[in-house]
T-cell receptor, first 114, second 112 residues
Framework: GAVVSQHPSWVICKSGTSVKIECRSL??????MFWYRQFPKQSLMLMAT?????????EQGVEKDKFLINHASLTLSTLTVTSAHPEDSSFYIC??????????FGPGTRLTVL | GENVEQHPSTLSVQEGDSAVIKCTYS??????FPWYKQELGKRPQLIID?????GEKKDQRIAVTLNKTAKHFSLHITETQPEDSAVYFC???????????FGGGTRVLVKP
């Protein structure tokens, strides 16, 4: 069964608004979770590493003030896309890593910005 | 940083035939190599993985081989079935690192 959940599964918003996506680890206390973005017919690109109780680590080229990550508990990480624009439309997927290095992915959130 | 190349980008096979996808990586310190299957609009699902201390691993119709010297690893699917149609991604994790680097993906179509 699924070990990582995401909410919402899809969202449509107007340009300039902010959208929050939740990622939950259902059966494992995850000190580290990851956020990826996937454009149509492309691979997964890591955006940031979410660390429980501390600041997220962002990949080069990802604006930390635009993509706000909060990892306030061992089972929940949130990604907020601030002032969303049409080019932010994408499939956002979170994952968590086990001690064995295996990563399990959430079901993804499809964001469409009009 | 790590660079992962995946080939081919698309692969069409007849049902029952085998499919092989190859990935090459650049960082010799990498030590964990998973393969994910992603159906349209869904999450990537781990189908098999291998560590750098192993040369081959098999799980029913799926196998992965690793050549550390040449820095490449391959996914082998035998007796393909229509439900194997999906996009497959290889990934690489560096030792002592947290981050997976993904290949570009291979779209596999199994024709009945």
């Amino acid at each position: 069964g699924a070990v990582v959940s995401q909410h919402p599964s899809w969202v449509i918003c107007k340009s300039g608004t902010s959208v929050k996506i939740e990622c939950r680890s259902l059966d494992f206390q995850a000190t580290t979770m990851f956020w990826y973005r996937q454009f149509p017919k492309q691979s997964l690109m890591l955006m940031a590493t979410s660390n429980e109780g501390s600041k997220a680590t962002y990949e080069q080229g990802v604006e930390k003030d635009k993509f706000l990550i909060n990892h306030a508990s061992l089972t929940l990480s949130t990604l907020t896309v601030t002032s969303a624009h049409p080019e932010d439309s994408s499939f956002y997927i979170c994952s968590r890593r086990e001690t064995t290095d295996t990563q399990y992915f959430g079901p993804g959130t499809r964001l469409t910005v009009l | 940083g790590e660079n992962v190349e995946q080939h081919p980008s698309t692969l069409s096979v007849q049902e029952g035939d085998s499919a092989v996808i190859k990935c090459t990586y650049s960082d010799s310190a990498s030590n964990y190599f998973p393969w994910y299957k992603q159906e349209l609009g869904k999450r990537p699902q781990l189908i098999i993985d291998i560590r750098s201390n192993v040369g081959e691993k098999k799980d029913q119709r799926i196998a992965v081989t690793l050549n550390k010297t040449a820095k490449h690893f391959s996914l082998h699917i035998t007796e393909t079935q229509p439900e194997d149609s999906a996009v497959y991604f290889c990934a690489v994790l560096k030792a002592a690192g947290n981050k997976l680097t993904f290949g570009g993906g291979t779209r596999v179509l199994v024709k009945p």
